[in-house]
């Protein structure tokens, strides 16, 4: 019984905190102005086109080629993304979903990433 009248007290008391925003003029002023902000961003998006590899011999080769060429796509960023793959499973394991999903997802990426960034490329 007591729980029944709780229940109906606190229902009707969301339905009016959430019909008074609902109503408030600021507020449906500030839900405006979000959707004319996100609309603006949208529409006035630059296209984005991907960065090609620097030629031999240009400004800062050298970085790009110890970075992306031995890292990235060496054994670094292959064993990087396997232990990201092999953490995201062990957290999966823990009932840790958020991590496991992130972690694989990101070492699929860092294992992929050459292949990520040249479909890119041909898509921009």
Not at 72 to 84: D, F, N
Request: aromatic share 8%; with cysteine; glycine share 12%.
């Amino acid at each position: 019984m007591f729980m029944r009248r709780f229940k109906r007290k606190l229902s009707r008391k969301y339905n009016d905190i959430s019909f008074k925003l609902m109503s408030s003029p600021k507020v449906a002023q500030g839900m405006g102005i979000a959707l004319i902000a996100g609309g603006a961003v949208l529409v006035s998006a630059n296209i984005a086109s991907a960065i090609t590899a620097p030629a031999s011999g240009s400004f800062a080769y050298d970085i790009y080629d110890i970075a992306v060429n031995d890292m990235v796509k060496g054994p670094i960023g292959y064993i990087g993304g396997l232990g990201a793959m092999v953490w995201g499973a062990f957290s999966a394991i823990q009932q840790k979903l958020g991590m496991a999903a992130c972690s694989i997802l990101g070492g699929g990426a860092l294992i992929k990433a050459d292949a990520i960034t040249q479909s890119l490329g041909l898509i921009f």
